[in-house]
Each structure stands twice: as structure tokens, then as C-alpha cells.
């Protein structure tokens, strides 16, 4: 079998030429077509974002027309920042005016009673310290003591006996002299750390609870574990009885 080529190679390459060019011509448009979208959708997105930015440029502007007509503008702005702090300041605030109630309910019964000269509150430390007198000498002071010791602070109705009241005690100068009424007594100071509660602002009720009985504070009492010198429920309850 013969085959002859009717084509000559001139016109083959032709062929060649005009398919690659073609190839060519379809994928310039389709890139121009691409790049003219991006372009547009960046032109739409630039567009939208001036005229948002126009319209809040012209809010702002207004708005600031509105302020400026205002007499006292500057008052009624720092008025309102204030007014606004009132909340929190009144929660923050402490009341300090319990001290006056806490030094009446420590102070023990005759004859182991104190005078207190001087009662003083730091807050940044959370301290009191008090200073006073004593006629029955270091056996009132030492009353007072175990008083605040074994004294509650409790905040409404909350479960358990509450918060100790005293904690870190450090004792202070202690002199014999004497009175106005020249009676020998015992000049005491000393201080002691107090919980949050006991000052803080509260919509609950705060309770000082304070030992129910008299402390003895004998030498053999010091020197020993309270629970040998406490009364049984069942005892106190069988004199009550009679």
C-alpha cells in the first residue's frame, strides 16, 4: 500500500501555528475576564467602605452639632462620670462606725470592766488598736483578751459560728498608775488584725457574737486547754431544770 502526503510541511506548521494562537488569544480573554471582575469587586467594595465612612464622618459632625449647643457641656459630662462611680464607691465603702458597737460588746463584765481611752482603725492594714485602763490590773486585760479571741463576726444568716474577730495579736506597753479618781490601774495597749466582714458593706446584717460566759483567767487556766474547764451541755442544762 502507497500513502502519499498531500500536505506539504509548510502548511503543517501553518496549522500548528494558527491552533497555538488560538489557545493564546482564548486564554488572554479569560484572564482580561477575571482581572476586569476583580477589579470591579474592588471598586464596589472601595465604594461601599467611603460611603460608610462618609456617613459616619457626617454622624459624627452632626452629632457634635447637637452637643455643641449645650450650655455647661463639660459639667454635665464630669456629672454623669460621677454619678456613675456612685454604685461602685458604695460598695467599696466600709462602715466604720462599728468600731463604736464592737468596743461595747468586747468589754467584759464587772469587775474584769476596762475604760477605753483610745480606739484606733487602720484600714490599709486592717489592724485596731486599743488602748485603755484596767483597775483590776492584768486580770481584766487578760478578760479582754480571751473576749476578743473567742468573739464571732457572722454575716446574716450563714452557716457556722462565723469569723474569728482577733487574730495576730501583738501586745503593747503595759504601766501601773493611777487614775482620776486616784485608784491603781493598769494602762494597756495592744493590737490585733480584724476580718473584711467586720466593716464591710453588707445588705446582710453583721453579728458580733461574743462569749456567752465569764472568762477565768487564773494561772492554772492560762497554762491549760480550755475544754477542761468547759461545762457540759447536759449540765448547764440539769441546773437550768432546777
Known amino acids: 500500500m502507497i500513502e502519499i502526503n498531500l500536505i506539504p510541511d509548510v502548511k503543517r506548521e501553518l496549522l500548528r501555528i494558527r491552533m497555538m494562537r488560538n489557545a493564546v488569544i482564548s486564554m488572554s480573554i479569560l484572564v482580561g475576564i477575571v482581572s476586569i471582575a476583580i477589579v470591579v469587586f474592588c471598586a464596589v467594595v472601595l465604594g461601599g467602605q467611603l460611603a460608610f465612612e462618609l456617613k459616619q464622618d457626617s454622624d459624627i459632625k452632626n452629632k ?3 452637643l455643641s449647643q449645650i450650655s ?3 459639667k454635665t459630662v464630669t456629672l454623669q462620670q460621677q454619678l456613675g462611680q456612685i454604685d461602685r464607691l458604695h460598695s467599696d465603702k466600709k462602715i466604720n462606725s462599728r468600731l463604736l458597737s464592737l468596743i461595747s460588746a468586747i468589754n467584759p463584765p464587772a469587775p474584769n470592766n476596762v475604760q477605753i481611752s483610745m480606739a484606733r482603725l487602720n484600714p490599709e492594714e486592717k489592724t485596731i488598736t486599743l488602748e485603755g485602763s484596767a483597775v483590776n490590773g492584768f486580770a481584766a486585760l487578760e478578760v479582754l483578751k480571751k473576749t476578743l479571741t473567742s468573739t464571732k463576726v457572722k454575716k446574716g444568716n450563714a452557716e457556722g459560728d462565723g469569723v474569728s474577730l482577733a487574730s495576730d495579736m ?6 501601773f498608775g493611777e487614775n482620776a479618781e486616784g485608784k491603781k ?4 495597749a495592744f493590737t490585733f488584725t480584724y476580718p473584711d466582714d467586720l466593716f464591710a458593706h453588707s445588705k446582710e446584717a453583721i453579728s458580733i457574737i461574743t462569749p456567752t460566759s465569764k472568762t477565768n483567767v487564773t494561772d492554772s487556766r492560762l497554762g491549760v486547754p480550755e475544754s477542761l474547764f468547759s461545762r457540759s ?9 432546777q
Open 64 to 66: 457634635y452639632g447637637e
Open 185 to 188: 490601774v493598769l494602762r494597756f
Open 233 to 241: 451541755e447536759s449540765t448547764e442544762q440539769k441546773k437550768e431544770n
Open 72 to 74: 455647661d457641656l463639660d
Open 170 to 175: 501583738k501586745a503593747g506597753e503595759t504601766t
